[in-house]
C-alpha cells in the first residue's frame, strides 16, 4: 500500500512503550494489515460516522448520544486490553491486533457522528417557517448570481418588522429582480422591501435537498426584492475592506479582459462569478468544463505548481552564479508556494471549496518542508481528516467527493507514469502529463459528476483535453505574473494573455456543446447509490494490492472484494431504478404523469424550476412546454384530467376558483390535486391534495399498490384508503 504508518497513531494504543513491548513479545512476522500502515483509514472511518448521521431519519436524541457515549468506552477499553490480555497468552495475536483495529476503526466512527452533530449544532440559526413581506435590513456579505441569471445577495446580522429576535434568521438571500442600479459594498448595512420564505423543499422526495445546505450556512430565508436597495449605515472597515479589495481586483480583471472571457478570467482569480451569464455557464456544463470555474484543487495546484517551479528555477540559478543559498532550496521554494496559495485563498474569498483546495495543497508543501513524500495517499488522509474535522458536512458535497476520487486517482497514476514518462520525449513531457492527468481524473470523476448532476457530457474528456493544458500553461501563470505586475501598473500584457486562455476555453466549450448529442440525459440514482460508489470505490483503492495479490484473501482481501461488491451494488441499483409513476409539486403548482413517452406534466407553465427539476432527475431532455404536449391530460387548462392503473384518475385544478371547483371531482378511486386550500376539512370519498395538505407533506409521490396509490411526502410517509 502506498500509505505507511504504524497503529500507535490511532486512538486506543498505548503509544511507543507498549508498542516496543508488543514488538519483543509477539511472532516475528505481523500481519499484512499491520505492515501497510493505518492512517489511510482515518477519514475512512470519520465519513462513514459522518453518513451514518445524513442517514438517520431524524435527528438523534438524548438516548442516540448516551448509546455512543457506552459504545465509544467499551472500543476504548477494548482496545486499551487487548494487548495484555495477548501477553498473558488469553487471546491469540491475531485477535488481539484485530480486535485493536476494529475497536480503533469503531471509535473513529463515533468521532464522525459526534463531529458532525457538534457542527450541526454550532450552525445552529433560526429558520422561518411562515411567508414574510416588508422591510428587510441586514449587513452585505455576499453577492453571486442565481440559476435564473439573476444576481443575489446574502444579508447578515438581520432585522425584520414585527419579529422577535430569537426568531430571526441569522442569513437572508435575496434575488434581484429589476437591479440596474450599482450594488453597495460588502460590509456595508442597506435595508429594502422584500419577499421572504423558508429554503425550499425538494422538488420530489429523494430529490436534492437545499434545506441541509441552507442549514449547515445558517441561511434562514430565502427570497426576492423589487425594490432599490438603501444605505443604512457606512460600510464597515477591517476583513470587509479586504473583501472590497478583492472585488474591486475582480472588476479590474473583466475590464481589462472584457466580455465573457473576463467574467470568466475573474471567477478563475477571484472566485467572483456575479459577470458570468447563465448561458456561459450552460455550455459549460453541456462540455464537462464547469468544474474549471469554480476554484477548486485544480487550481491551487496550478498556481502552486506553477510558483514552486518557477522560484526553485531562480534559486537554482542563483546558487549557480554564486548566491549564499543553503542547499535545500526546495524548501524554500516550497514556503513560496505556501504563501502564494495562501493570497490565491484570500483573494478567491475563500469558499468551501478554495479552502478544501488550499488544505490539500499546503499538506503537500509542507510535506516537501519536512522531507516527507508529498504525494501519497498518505497526505491525502491527512488533508481530508482537517477536512472532515472543520467541516464533516463536506462529506455529502459533489466537490468533496470529485476532488478527492481525481487526487487519488492521480496518485495512483503516479507509479505507472514515472515509467512511461522516461521513455516520452522531454519536449512532450509536460503536455502527455497534462493531457494523462487529465484522462485520469475525468475517468475518476465521471460517475459521481453523473450521478450527482443527472448528464454526463459525451465529449467532456476532449474538452478538458483541449482546455486544462492550456490552463496549467497560459491561463494560472499569467494570472501570477499579472497579480506582481499589477502594484506596478503592468499587468495588462498579463491579462491580454489569461484573455487568450479563456476565449480558447469558451470556444471550446461552445464547440463541444454544439456536437450531437453532446450531453446524455441520465435518471436520478437512488440514496445509496452514491454512498456505495464512494466507500466501494475507497475499499478497493485501499485494499486493492493484498486483493489481487494474496492467494487467501485475508483482511485486506476481503476489504478489496467488498469494494468491487459495493461498487457492483451500486451500479445494480442504479440500472434497475424506476421512476415514480405521479410527482406532485410541493404548493400543488403541478403534477407529472409518467408515460411510455417520458413523464407529461399538467401544465406548459406553472412551478417552472420544480418541473424542471422533475425532467433532469427522470434523465428527460424536454422542456415543460414539451413535457405537458404528450398525450396523458385532457380538459380545460385549469382543470385537468388524467388516467391511472386500475381505474384510477387523476385530477388537477388550478387558478382562481380551485377550490371551489375540486370538492364536485372528489369520487371514490379518484385523486384530487388543487393549488389552493380548502376552506374545510371533511372525509373525502377520494384521495384529496390540497395546497393546506401538501404544505405539510412537502412534494407527493404516487405509485399504485395492491390496494390503489401509495403515496410518499417528502415530509411523512401517507397512504390512501384503498
Known amino acids: 500500500m502506498a500509505a505507511q504508518g504504524d497503529m500507535t497513531a490511532l486512538p486506543g494504543f498505548s503509544g511507543t512503550r507498549a508498542a516496543s513491548r508488543h514488538a519483543t513479545v509477539r511472532p516475528a512476522r505481523m500481519g499484512a494489515t499491520l505492515r501497510a500502515g493505518l492512517f489511510a483509514w482515518v477519514p475512512v472511518c470519520l465519513a462513514a460516522g459522518i453518513a451514518l448521521w445524513f442517514a438517520l431519519p431524524a435527528a438523534p436524541g438524548r438516548g442516540t448520544w448516551f448509546t455512543l457515549g457506552c459504545l465509544a468506552a467499551l472500543a476504548f477499553a477494548g482496545g486499551r486490553l487487548a494487548l495484555p490480555w495477548a501477553e498473558r497468552g488469553r487471546i491469540g495475536w491475531a485477535l488481539a491486533d484485530g480486535l485493536r483495529i476494529g475497536t480503533a476503526a469503531a471509535l473513529l466512527v463515533i468521532a464522525g457522528f459526534g463531529l458532525i ?6 450552525v445552529a440559526a433560526p429558520i422561518m417557517e411562515w411567508r414574510y413581506y416588508g422591510p428587510v435590513e441586514g449587513r452585505l456579505v455576499e453577492i453571486d448570481r442565481s440559476a435564473r441569471d439573476r444576481i443575489r445577495i446574502t444579508l447578515d446580522r438581520v432585522v425584520l418588522r414585527d419579529t422577535a429576535p430569537d426568531r430571526t434568521p441569522d442569513k437572508v438571500r435575496l434575488s434581484l429582480m429589476d437591479q440596474t442600479d450599482p450594488l453597495p459594498p460588502l460590509g456595508q448595512r442597506v435595508m429594502l422591501t422584500g419577499h421572504l420564505g423558508p429554503p425550499p423543499a425538494p422538488a420530489s422526495p429523494g430529490s436534492f435537498d437545499f434545506r441541509w445546505l441552507a442549514w449547515f450556512e445558517s441561511l434562514g430565508a430565502v427570497g426576492y426584492t423589487r425594490t432599490p436597495i438603501l444605505t443604512v449605515e457606512p460600510a464597515e472597515g477591517g476583513m470587509w475592506a479586504m473583501h472590497r479589495a478583492r472585488l474591486a481586483i475582480s472588476r479590474a480583471i473583466q475590464d481589462g479582459i472584457g466580455g465573457q472571457e473576463g467574467a470568466v478570467a475573474s471567477a478563475l482569480m477571484t472566485g467572483d462569478r ?13 462540455s464537462n468544463l464547469y468544474h474549471i470555474i469554480s476554484i477548486s484543487g485544480l487550481h491551487m495546484s496550478m498556481l ?12 537554482v540559478l542563483a546558487q549557480g552564479l554564486g548566491a549564499p543559498l543553503p542547499q535545500a532550496v526546495h524548501k524554500i521554494a516550497a514556503m ?82 514515472s515509467r512511461i514518462s522516461p521513455h516520452v520525449p522531454f519536449w512532450l ?96 440514482p437512488p440514496a445509496p447509490v452514491i454512498p456505495l460508489m464512494c466507500f466501494g470505490a475507497t475499499l478497493a483503492v485501499l485494499c486493492w494490492r493484498e486483493g489481487l495479490t494474496a492467494r487467501r484473501p485475508g483482511l485486506l482481501g476481503c476489504g478489496f472484494l467488498a469494494g468491487i461488491a459495493m461498487l457492483a451494488a451500486s451500479t445494480a441499483i442504479w440500472l434497475t431504478a424506476s421512476r415514480p409513476l405521479v410527482l406532485i409539486a410541493p404548493e400543488g403548482e403541478a403534477v407529472g404523469l409518467m408515460t411510455m413517452a417520458g413523464r407529461a406534466v399538467s401544465k406548459p407553465s406553472g412551478g417552472a424550476f420544480v418541473v424542471s427539476t422533475w425532467l433532469q432527475e427522470d434523465g428527460d431532455m424536454a422542456t415543460q412546454e414539451e413535457s405537458a404536449a404528450r398525450p396523458a391530460w385532457q380538459g380545460d387548462k ?70 390503489g396509490p401509495v403515496l410518499r411526502g417528502v415530509n411523512q410517509m401517507l397512504r390512501s384508503p384503498g
Request: charged share 15%; aromatic share 6%; net charge positive.
Open 304 to 315: 502552486a505548481g506553477f510558483v514552486y517551479a518557477a522560484l526553485r528555477m531562480a534559486l
Open 274 to 286: 456575479s459577470g458570468i451569464e447563465e448561458a456561459t455557464n450552460e455550455v459549460m456544463r453541456a
Open 638 to 707: 385549469r382543470d385537468r384530467m388524467a388516467t391511472l392503473p386500475q381505474g384510477w384518475e387523476i385530477w388537477h385544478f388550478t387558478g382562481k376558483g380551485a377550490a371551489d371547483r375540486a370538492p364536485a371531482a372528489c369520487q371514490a378511486k379518484r385523486m384530487v390535486v388543487l393549488s389552493e386550500k380548502l376552506p374545510t376539512r371533511a372525509d373525502w370519498p377520494c384521495v384529496m391534495l390540497d395546497l393546506g395538505r401538501l404544505r405539510i407533506t412537502g412534494a407527493v409521490t404516487v405509485e399504485m399498490g395492491d390496494q
Open 117 to 122: 452533530g457538534l457542527r450541526s449544532a454550532m
Open 429 to 524: 513531457r509536460p503536455v502527455a502529463m497534462l493531457i494523462v492527468s487529465s484522462l485520469v481524473a475525468s475517468i475518476a470523476t465521471s460517475p459521481l459528476a453523473a450521478a450527482h448532476f443527472n448528464r454526463m457530457a459525451q465529449y467532456g474528456l476532449l474538452a478538458n483535453l483541449l482546455v486544462v493544458p492550456v490552463m496549467g500553461a497560459l491561463v494560472m501563470p499569467a494570472g501570477v505574473i499579472g497579480a506582481l505586475l499589477a502594484p506596478v501598473g503592468l499587468a495588462e500584457p498579463a491579462l491580454w494573455v489569461m484573455g487568450l486562455g479563456t476565449r480558447w476555453m469558451l470556444w471550446v466549450a461552445d464547440w463541444v456543446a454544439g456536437l450531437g448529442g453532446a450531453v446524455t440525459a441520465l435518471p436520478l
Open 336 to 417: 513560496g508556494a505556501l504563501l502564494a496559495s495562501a493570497a490565491y485563498l484570500w483573494l478567491s474569498g475563500g469558499g468551501v471549496a478554495t479552502e478544501r483546495a488550499f488544505v490539500m495543497v499546503a499538506v503537500m508543501l509542507l510535506a516537501i518542508m519536512a522531507d516527507r513524500r508529498a504525494i501519497s495517499l498518505r497526505t491525502i488522509a491527512l488533508a481530508a481528516t482537517i477536512i472532515l474535522i472543520y467541516s464533516p458536512e463536506a462529506v455529502t458535497h459533489p466537490g468533496f467527493q470529485m476532488s478527492f476520487a481525481a487526487t487519488v486517482a492521480l496518485i495512483l497514476s503516479a507509479g505507472p507514469w
